[in-house]
């Protein structure tokens, strides 16, 4: 029993520092990209632009279609066959925001979607122009309804990056599979790098929290 | 004449909602467009401020004539900023408080600094009554209470007119009262208005014109002394007395 908890707390560290060398840099960089792609992705659409909307309509089918890990693999084995060389880290990069922004394109559509068209009316009416009431009235409020969808999205990311260890990103999980193959202790570490994941996912949802607080001032749930 | 249209027409899905529209509005007028359900008084308005766009028709204003559909997106901006409208729904920008609802067209558009916005906010939220509601979000505010917002909203920015597009009819009864003493004092204040509205007795008292509507054409317009006690149509004298006759055995 000594050995496994001494073992705990020498591997913690050492599963811990990629995580936050690795894994939330990764996320972090990964979804602020998508969060890019997915409001120009979703305004596009929101304004049905001819031919980009039926592009980006594409691209959400195919990143919504199929598997993540399926598109790291063609991205990192496959690309090297064409002659498109990326390293790693980057490679992920690239696969995790696409995936991740034809999700939240449709989030962020959908929030728009969702916002009275008498916004714009009344925008319109004080001499706005689209662009402007777009930025300052419509996505601003879009954005609290997307909000809640939205963290979910990156708390789902902050797992799903350990699917990078499958295109060799030493993040969290590559760096704990190291370990279980010198130590033969897979049921201990295991459970520690869930509990690190965990942690990482609790303070983000503690940041859901506060976050919605401050984007509910000007909504009716904001004294609750 | 501050605002004319001729011939305006607009269709929707193929039925013709508005046949040729002739409307002219003059510095200081407060006119009331009257007419039963359906008449299309709603969507001439919007019309008129570019919120639906016209199948046909020209548009006079400031002297300048300017057939509709041929209008680009900066004339009608530039159109926009010397008019204003209050919507039925109100349409307060809900993410915004009082007051910045009210300097939005002030510091956005105009390039107003933001002291003289502030200033120019806090002077229309008072003159609707309002001004210790200012950091007050639009869900913190009674239904009349938004609509007078949208209406400091409107006064701001110092439009030539303001289109009112049934002010009253989203709220409580007992709520209409104090958006139309707002309106009466803007009239008396000489504000050029152009109302659709259901509220015969506000017509009554306080427009010098009535344009009665009825089936996308205007039947009849015309001092309002002179429509109320001497309609030339019989079918404006129909709607004014059976919209009339209830409320004068109320009183």
Known sequence: MDRLWELFLDSFPKILLPGLTMTIPLTAISFSLAMVIAVVAAMIVYVRVPVLTQLIRGYVWIFRGTPLLVQLFVVFYGLPKVGVLIAPFPAAVI?????????CAETVRAALEAVPVGQFEAGYCVGMSFLQTMRRIVLPQAMRTAFPPLSNSL????KDTSLAANITVTEMFMATQRIVARTYEPLLLYLEVGLIYLIFSTVLTLIQRRGEKKLS???????K | MLLEIRNLTKSFHGQQVLKGIDLSVSAGDAAVILGPSGAGKT????CMNFLETADGGEITFDGKTRPIHE??????REYRMHTAFVFQSFNLFLNKNALANVTEGLTVVRKTDAKTAKRLGMEALDRVGLADHADK????LSGGQQQRVAIARALATNPEIIFFDEPTSALDPELTGEVLSVMRSLAN????????THEI???RTVSNRIVFMEDGEIVETGETKRVFTHPQKERTAAFLKINTEPKEEET
Do not use: C, W
Not at chain 1, 95 to 103: D, P
Not at chain 1, 155 to 158: G, T
Not at chain 1, 217 to 223: D, E, F, H, P, R
Not at chain 2, 137 to 140: A, E, G, K
């Open chain 1, 95 to 103: 696969v995790f925001s696409l995936n991740e922004g034809a999700y």
């Open chain 1, 155 to 158: 708390i789902s990311m902050v």
């Open chain 1, 217 to 223: 001032a000007y909504t009716a749930l904001a004294k």
């Open chain 2, 43 to 46: 969507t001439l308005l919007r």
């Open chain 2, 71 to 76: 209008m680009s997106k900066r004339e009608i």
């Open chain 2, 137 to 140: 979000y639009p869900h913190q």
């Open chain 2, 189 to 196: 204040d000489g504000m050029t208005m152009l109302i659709v």
């Open chain 2, 201 to 203: 007795e506000f017509a």
